[in-house]
């Protein structure tokens, strides 16, 4: 080879590693630019106990709330102080009858995957919703709701057997009045026991799901309304509260919230020690234990009262949430709407608790210490939610404490599919329950009352003057006169406080832990919603 072309290769040489180290810059650029775009990303992860199910906004169990409220939206919403503020809907006309009501829909509202937001889509929820009433109809408006109609494009009318004032409230829930695009319908369109995905207008959109293992959902580019400062957010299943926390401070995860998510004593330290950030919501609701009246022996009120002044309500309450909830001495308190009165609380009274028992026939042997009546033992069993370490500790100390007065508390520990299903077949003696909160209550607690649907009437069954609660409970919930519906109220709580198939325990309140990444939260107005719209990051 002469040396010019010695040269020529050498140049060609040069040329070709310079090309190749130019593009290697590039891609090392391109990689880099990566990684920046991943860390400027604004994802965190969370957990939760149980799956969040398949999503979908018209069923239940096992689909999860806050999963339902990050993907579905309503046509109005609940908004501070209880006030109804437009969302779907910009605006809405009722008529002086109460039973018509007109929705004006905002045009600028397309589903997830670009699908129009209409009135004909609006129907199409309606009808499906409607196909299974008498599952619904622990709502008021489900259970009223006669049909909807196409009026134009953008404007469905709501047309109603009779009038009942909490139509906005009812409109305002998590479920099932909230909106599926149409490509979303099984065939039949019964959104109840199926659908094919969960596409909805809201600022999420579910990514991946994996049953029992993680869900990840991320914000909805083409959303009509305010984006979330997040970009994503993994869900994690961890059913054990001790890995939650074990994994909040290891920095696997970012955000630990919801009441029941981590035992309170765990909150409680992470609270107490300065590691952490924490939150603690106002009162959400009230936990209550329920008592069946289809049981003879808790059809009999000196029995049912002897249960509830047979348990130190306060030490409980105290030792168990570690002062985190309240004690409650009535269903509902009066921070709610129409709620204006602190009704008589049930005592603290061993001594008339075993009084109440006598009175009722139910005596000690002379050879045992389980009272007995006609032969039959005063035993009982209370199912509790296998997952809720509360309820859990709750049952062992009511256990102890009615052993005191000579009954025989069983306990059963039961997956929450299980439990659900007997509470609604009215199959079991006492459970742990809870009402709803804003912006159901109270008209949806004293629906249930009357309503045989989700277990809360079947436990009144035997009470004294069912009928004419039942009547009370018809005419609160269909009054246009707000005096009216103020006094009505107030005999029915009464008449709920008096009767001690609820026997209220604590009121509920939220917790929310922050890891170092995130500055602040807020919590939503329902329990029920999830936080992640207001979520900021450091």
């Known amino acids: 080879m002469n040396t010019i072309s010695k040269r020529l290769l050498g140049i060609m040489l040069i040329m070709v590693l310079t090309l190749i180290s130019a593009c290697s810059l590039k891609e090392e650029e391109s990689q880099q630019g990566e990684k920046s775009e991943q860390t400027h990303e604004k994802a965190i992860t969370v957990s939760w106990m149980r799956d969040l199910g398949p999503s979908n906004p018209h069923a239940y169990y096992p689909s999860q709330l806050f999963s339902q409220s990050m993907i579905y939206e309503p046509l109005v919403k609940y908004g501070e102080g209880g006030k109804i503020e437009p969302h779907l809907a910009k605006s809405w006309e009722i008529s002086e009858d109460g039973k018509t009501y007109t929705?004006?829909?905002?045009?600028?509202?397309?589903?997830?995957?670009?699908?129009?937001?209409?009135?004909?889509?609006?129907k199409r929820n309606i009808d499906a919703i409607l196909k299974n009433k008498e599952t619904h109809s622990w709502l008021g408006t489900a259970k009223l709701l006669d049909h909807a109609e196409v009026v134009d494009e953008f404007t469905v009318k709501?047309?109603?057997?009779?009038?009942y004032y909490p139509v906005l409230q009812d409109l305002t829930t998590v479920r099932p009045f909230r909106f599926l695009a149409d490509a979303s319908f099984p065939e039949g369109d019964n959104t109840l026991e199926s659908i094919k995905e969960p596409i909805g207008?809201?600022?999420?959109?579910?990514?991946?799901?994996?049953?029992?293992?993680?869900?990840?959902?991320?914000?909805?580019?083409n959303y009509w309304g305010e984006q979330p400062e997040l970009d994503k957010v993994t869900v994690r299943i961890m059913p054990d509260a001790e890995t939650r926390v074990l994994a909040f401070e290891k920095g696997d995860l970012d955000l630990i919230f919801g009441e029941g998510s981590i035992s309170l004593d765990a909150f409680t330290e992470m609270r107490d020690n300065g590691k952490f950030k924490t939150d603690l919501s106002g009162s959400l609701g009230t936990r209550s234990l329920i008592l069946n009246t289809q049981n003879e022996k808790l059809a009999d009120i000196r029995v049912r009262i002897a249960l509830h002044q047979g348990f130190d309500k306060e030490?409980?309450?105290?030792?168990?949430?570690?002062?985190?909830?309240?004690?409650?001495?009535?269903?509902?308190?009066?921070?709610?709407?129409?709620?204006?009165?602190?009704y008589s609380p049930v005592s603290y009274n061993t001594e008339q608790a075993i009084q109440n028992l006598e009175d009722a026939g139910w005596v000690l042997p002379s050879n045992g210490n389980i009272r007995e009546k006609n032969g039959?033992?005063?035993?009982?069993?209370?199912?509790?939610?296998?997952t809720d370490r509360i309820q859990k500790a709750m049952g062992e100390t009511l256990q102890a404490e009615w052993a005191a007065i000579g009954v025989k508390l069983n306990l059963t520990a039961l997956e929450l599919t299980e439990q659900t299903k007997r509470f609604r077949a009215g199959d079991y003696d006492l459970n742990f329950w809870f009402n709803s909160g804003v912006p159901y209550d109270p008209h949806t607690l004293v629906n249930a009352v009357a309503e045989p649907t989700f277990g809360v009437a079947e436990a009144h069954t035997n009470i004294k003057d069912k009928d004419k609660l039942d009547a009370d409970i018809r005419q609160v919930l269909g009054s246009v006169n707000e005096?009216?519906?103020?006094?009505?109220?107030?005999?029915?709580?009464?008449?709920?406080?008096?009767?001690?198939?609820?026997?209220?325990?604590?009121?509920?309140?939220?917790?929310?832990?922050?890891?170092?990444?995130?500055?602040?939260?807020t919590f939503p107005e329902s329990r029920w919603d999830h936080p992640f719209n207001e979520i900021h990051m450091k």
């Open 103 to 122: 929705f004006h829909l905002r045009e600028d509202v397309n589903y997830s995957d670009g699908s129009p937001f209409n009135a004909t889509n609006v």
């Open 158 to 163: 709501l047309v109603f057997s009779q009038s």
């Open 201 to 221: 207008t809201g600022p999420w959109i579910l990514k991946e799901y994996k049953q029992d293992e993680y869900s990840v959902y991320e914000k909805n580019p």
């Open 315 to 342: 030490a409980l309450v105290e030792g168990i949430t570690s002062g985190v909830e309240p004690v409650a001495n009535q269903v509902l308190s009066p921070d709610y709407p129409y709620v204006e009165q602190t």
């Open 376 to 386: 039959e033992k005063l035993e009982i069993t209370l199912m509790y939610d296998t």
């Open 483 to 521: 005096k009216e519906r103020y006094s009505l109220y107030d005999s029915i709580l009464q008449q709920v406080q008096e009767q001690s198939v609820i026997i209220p325990l604590s009121y509920i309140r939220q917790y929310m832990v922050y890891g170092e990444r995130i500055e602040s939260g």
